[in-house]
């Protein structure tokens, strides 16, 4: 009866592991050698269980040769405890007797001193290998050997255009982009749009006068999802973004040309501020400018002088938290004057507590971070000081 219960153990073993064969279907792609350890793992315990399994059921069979079977089993088993058969207990126990409480002098056992031993030689193995040789990556390594894995990954992505949409579009300018953006354009718009940008169908496209907004972000747009209710299809099932990209900024290079027959300008004059303000428009967090004494900020070439002496006021008050390429206890700061208002950074810097209370992006970080950020008590000027060095410190290489 009691090996029937071992008998549902092994089952429920051997059952498990079906649930880990994705192991196995994982050598099919880059066989590396975790993989093929991992599954050498697996087969081996499989192979024990299956084993074992055999045994039990022997034994159930014929005792006297189940005996013979799982003998070695029953001395391996007592070598690694140790433990005193009770029959002979008498021979340990000791002489004390707390109100029928009685002790025996059990003996280690040696599994558990081999477990001991063990940690030491493993830690010793670690030390070495982590911190004296250095061959093994540590934590940190491996975190950032990772995140730039990613990074290139990204770039890969970026450079074949597959990331590429209205957000993060860009105006292109080398030659051969805007000549493919040409061929682009004779073949597929320039029987709406005329050869020479004109407008037939559609809108002239060689004036300052945009229906759906200019520059290349709104051009990108329209070119991706169409005006379809106006007849301008959408063209991002058979134009990849990367043409997109070269047919918009080649449309932009027609401004200002003066075609055969130019259609009357349509829609709104497009002007370079109202290109800034799309920009802010789409990353709404350059907008917000926070809460706090600082309401307005007026940012000039940037100061070399006021820049070094903000450089030395971080490393002294924000350094212990904050590195400028990786997430410590506050996070990266490399290009936050990209990605936040200057208003923003000073009140952070100057009222955190306040920040995280009223202001929702603040508040998110430190959700985030968990950990507040601690006001360093500095001055306007000495803030403004770490703002001017931070400007220094883009993602710009
Ligand atoms: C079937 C005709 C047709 C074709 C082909 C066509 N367009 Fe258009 N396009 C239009 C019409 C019509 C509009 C005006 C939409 C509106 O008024 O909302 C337009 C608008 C536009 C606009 C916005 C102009 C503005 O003032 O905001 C751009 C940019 C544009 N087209 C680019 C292209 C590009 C690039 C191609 C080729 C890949 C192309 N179009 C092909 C008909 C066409
Ligand atoms: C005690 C650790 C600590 C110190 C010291 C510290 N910070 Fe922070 N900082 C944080 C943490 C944590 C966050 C994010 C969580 C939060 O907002 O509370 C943060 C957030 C920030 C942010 C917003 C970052 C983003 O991604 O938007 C800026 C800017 C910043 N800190 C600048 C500074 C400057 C400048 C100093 C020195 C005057 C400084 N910090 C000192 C811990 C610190």
Same mark, same amino acid.
């Given at each position: 009866?009691?090996?029937?219960?071992?008998?549902?153990?092994?089952?429920?073993?051997?059952?498990?592991?079906?649930?880990?064969?994705?192991?196995?279907?994982?050598?099919?792609?880059?066989?590396?050698?975790?993989?093929?350890?991992?599954?050498?793992?697996?087969?081996?315990?499989?192979?024990?269980?299956?084993?074992?399994?055999?045994?039990?059921?022997?034994?159930?069979?014929?005792?006297?040769?189940?005996?013979?079977?799982?003998?070695?089993?029953?001395?391996?088993?007592?070598?690694?405890?140790?433990?005193?058969?009770?029959?002979?207990?008498?021979?340990?126990?000791?002489?004390?007797?707390?109100?029928?409480?009685?002790?025996?002098?059990?003996?280690?056992?040696?599994?558990?001193?081999?477990?001991?031993?063990?940690?030491?030689?493993?830690?010793?193995?670690?030390?070495?290998?982590?911190?004296?040789?250095?061959?093994?990556?540590?934590?940190?390594?491996?975190?950032?050997?990772?995140?730039?894995?990613?990074?290139?990954?990204?770039?890969?992505?970026?450079?074949?255009?597959?990331?590429?949409?209205?957000?993060?579009?860009?105006?292109?300018? !080398? +030659?051969?982009?805007?000549?493919? /953006?040409?061929? %682009?354009?004779?073949?597929? #718009?320039? &029987? $709406? *749009?005329?050869? =020479?940008?004109?407008?037939?169908?559609?809108?002239?496209?060689?004036?300052?006068?945009?229906?759906?907004?200019?520059?290349?972000?709104?051009?990108?747009?329209?070119?991706?999802?169409?005006?379809?209710?106006?007849?301008?299809?959408?063209?991002?099932?058979?134009?990849?973004?990367?043409?997109?990209?070269?047919?918009?900024?080649?449309?932009?290079?027609?401004?200002?040309?003066?075609?055969?027959?130019?259609?009357?300008?349509?829609?709104?004059?497009?002007?370079?501020?109202?290109?800034?303000?799309?920009?802010?428009?789409?990353?709404?967090?350059?907008?917000?400018?926070?809460?706090?004494?600082?309401?307005?900020?007026?940012?000039?070439?940037? !100061? +070399?002088?006021?820049?070094?002496? /903000?450089?030395? %006021?971080?490393?002294?008050? #924000?350094? &212990? $938290? *904050?590195?400028? =390429?990786?997430?410590?206890?506050?996070?990266?700061?490399?290009?936050?004057?990209?990605?936040?208002?200057?208003?923003?950074?000073?009140?952070?810097?100057?009222?955190?507590?306040?920040?995280?209370?009223?202001?929702?992006?603040?508040?998110?970080?430190?959700?985030?971070?968990?950990?507040?950020?601690?006001?360093?008590?500095?001055?306007?000027?000495?803030?403004?000081?770490?703002?001017?060095?931070?400007?220094?410190?883009?993602?710009?290489?």
């Amino acid at each position: 009866m009691k090996s029937n219960k071992l008998l549902n153990i092994l089952f429920s073993i051997l059952f498990l592991f079906s649930f880990t064969s994705p192991l196995f279907a994982e050598t099919g792609e880059g066989t590396n050698m975790e993989t093929v350890l991992k599954v050498m793992v697996a087969i081996t315990a499989f192979t024990i269980a299956f084993l074992m399994w055999l045994v039990l059921v022997y034994a159930e069979k014929n005792d006297a040769q189940g005996e013979l079977l799982l003998g070695p089993f029953k001395s391996v088993f007592k070598w690694i405890t140790k433990s005193t058969p009770i029959s002979q207990e008498h021979e340990i126990l000791m002489d004390h007797d707390y109100d029928g409480i009685k002790e025996l002098d059990n003996k280690i056992p040696p599994w558990f001193n081999f477990l001991f031993y063990g940690t030491i030689l493993f830690s010793i193995i670690y030390l070495v290998n982590y911190h004296v040789i250095g061959s093994g990556n540590i934590q940190e390594e491996e975190y950032l050997a990772e995140m730039q894995a990613a990074k290139e990954q990204q770039q890969l992505l970026a450079r074949s255009g597959a990331l590429l949409d209205e957000e993060s579009v860009t105006r292109v300018s !080398d +030659p051969s982009a805007l000549s493919n /953006g040409e061929t %682009i354009y004779l073949k597929h #718009c320039a &029987a $709406c *749009h005329a050869a =020479d940008g004109g407008g037939l169908v559609g809108p002239n496209l060689t004036d300052e006068y945009w229906v759906h907004g200019g520059g290349i972000k709104n051009v990108f747009k329209v070119i991706k999802y169409g005006v379809p209710q106006k007849g301008m299809i959408s063209w991002q099932s058979q134009l990849s973004p990367t043409e997109m990209q070269e047919v918009g900024s080649y449309i932009l290079t027609m401004e200002g040309t003066t075609p055969a027959a130019p259609k009357d300008p349509e829609g709104e004059l497009w002007t370079a501020s109202d290109e800034e303000a799309d920009g802010a428009a789409v990353n709404p967090a350059m907008k917000d400018k926070g809460v706090g004494p600082i309401t307005e900020v007026t940012l000039g070439e940037i !100061d +070399p002088q006021i820049a070094a002496k /903000g450089k030395d %006021i971080f490393e002294l008050k #924000c350094s &212990a $938290c *904050h590195k400028m =390429d990786k997430r410590f206890i506050g996070p990266a700061l490399r290009g936050i004057t990209e990605r936040r208002s200057p208003e923003w950074i000073m009140n952070m810097i100057l009222v955190p507590d306040r920040m995280v209370q009223e202001n929702k992006a603040a508040r998110e970080l430190l959700m985030e971070y968990i950990s507040p950020m601690a006001n360093q008590n500095l001055s306007q000027e000495e803030t403004r000081a770490i703002l001017e060095y931070f400007r220094t410190e883009t993602n710009q290489e």
